[in-house]
């Protein structure tokens, strides 16, 4: 996901979270709509003082945040006495090497305050005497009905009633991030620098079962959709070349549902090694 967000892209996320038009933004403004867009475009090379300043006031955010000198919108100047960082958590903060904006996109998800919730709950004991009073009743019941003729199958599901403190908001804690960062995650598909959602292997496949080759041999497939990733003339490989290529192809677990002859087409040869092309 990106790390930093660039002039052009803030301005452009600014005008879409108060939902204007270029057309909206110039009226309002007194800024040309042409001038806006160009300052949201990626080929933008230069923003005049009074466009930045006057952005800045309409957006009600600081002009160090759209020139990229922060990441902060509206608090420029805010006393850390008021955000209740130890001395540690704020050296944590200035010096740790990870990504600040995804710990910000975490603070500000929706179900972080419920996550929060939870952590506190289990850190503070909160909840502890209200599980050991229901533990406690599960292990009367099970004392008195172990003298009576019970069915085994309910005293052993007695004794599996026991709630687990540590299991319990171990896995609410867990399901609470995996729903923030799903989140967030989803919201980052589009980023430039976001992984493909369709895997290497999954376009592998993909090419293989083309319907351009649908007349080919698996071996040919392997190699014309191997050739084509590698952006590779398969008639300049050595028979000798092929064949590897083929046989390391076709170890693969991945491709196994590729790999069933559906003929028995005589096994590959690249042209201009002894095999003629087909009409």
Same mark, same amino acid.
């Given at each position: 996901?990106?790390?930093?967000?660039?002039?052009?892209?803030?301005?452009?996320?600014?005008?879409?979270?108060?939902?204007?038009?270029?057309?909206?933004?110039?009226?309002?403004?007194?800024?040309?709509?042409?001038?806006?867009?160009?300052?949201?475009?990626?080929?933008?090379?230069?923003?005049?003082?009074?466009?930045?300043?006057?952005?800045?006031?309409?957006?009600?955010?600081?002009?160090?945040?759209?020139?990229?000198?922060?990441?902060?919108?509206?608090?420029?100047?805010?006393?850390?006495?008021?955000?209740?960082?130890?001395?540690?958590?704020?050296?944590? %903060?200035?010096?740790? =090497?990870? !990504?600040?904006?995804?710990?910000? +996109?975490?603070?500000?998800? &929706?179900? $972080?305050?419920?996550? #929060?919730?939870?952590?506190?709950?289990?850190?503070?004991?909160?909840?502890?005497?209200?599980?050991?009073?229901?533990?406690?009743?599960?292990?009367?019941?099970?004392?008195?009905?172990?003298?009576?003729?019970?069915?085994?199958?309910?005293?052993?599901?007695?004794?599996?009633?026991?709630?687990?403190?540590?299991?319990?908001?171990?896995?609410?804690?867990?399901?609470?991030?995996?729903?923030?960062?799903?989140?967030?995650?989803?919201?980052?598909?589009?980023?430039?620098?976001?992984?493909?959602?369709?895997?290497?292997?999954?376009?592998?496949?993909? %090419?293989?079962?083309? =319907?351009? !080759?649908?007349?080919?041999?698996? +071996?040919?497939?392997?190699? &014309?959709? $191997?050739?084509?990733? #590698?952006?590779?003339?398969?008639?300049?490989?050595?028979?000798?070349?092929?064949?590897?290529?083929?046989?390391?192809?076709?170890?693969?677990?991945?491709?196994?549902?590729?790999?069933?002859?559906?003929?028995?087409?005589?096994?590959?040869?690249?042209?201009?090694?002894?095999?003629?092309?087909?009409?």
């Amino acid at each position: 996901m990106n790390t930093t967000l660039t002039i052009q892209e803030k301005l452009k996320d600014l005008r879409v979270e108060r939902r204007l038009t270029l057309e909206q933004l110039a009226e309002q403004t007194g800024l040309s709509k042409s001038a806006l867009g160009k300052y949201e475009n990626d080929d933008l090379k230069d923003i005049s003082p009074f466009a930045i300043v006057t952005l800045a006031k309409f957006y009600e955010v600081s002009t160090d945040y759209l020139l990229g000198m922060t990441e902060q919108k509206n608090h420029p100047n805010a006393e850390l006495d008021a955000l209740h960082l130890s001395d540690d958590a704020i050296d944590v %903060l200035k010096e740790g =090497k990870f !990504n600040k904006r995804l710990l910000s +996109e975490i603070f500000c998800h &929706k179900d $972080f305050q419920r996550m #929060m919730l939870d952590a506190e709950i289990y850190v503070d004991r909160i909840a502890d005497s209200h599980i050991q009073t229901l533990n406690a009743s599960v292990d009367a019941l099970r004392a008195k009905l172990s003298g009576e003729q019970v069915d085994d199958l309910w005293l052993h599901t007695l004794g599996k009633s026991h709630i687990n403190e540590d299991e319990y908001f171990g896995r609410a804690i867990y399901d609470d991030l995996a729903v923030i960062l799903k989140g967030i995650q989803t919201a980052h598909m589009a980023d430039k620098t976001t992984a493909d959602e369709i895997s290497e292997v999954d376009r592998f496949k993909r %090419l293989v079962s083309d =319907k351009d !080759n649908e007349f080919a041999s698996e +071996e040919e497939k392997l190699l &014309k959709t $191997f050739c084509a990733i #590698m952006d590779m003339d398969e008639d300049t490989l050595e028979p000798e070349e092929f064949r590897i290529i083929i046989k390391a192809c076709q170890k693969s677990k991945s491709l196994k549902d590729v790999q069933s002859r559906r003929g028995k087409t005589p096994p590959y040869q690249p042209h201009g090694k002894g095999r003629k092309k087909r009409k």
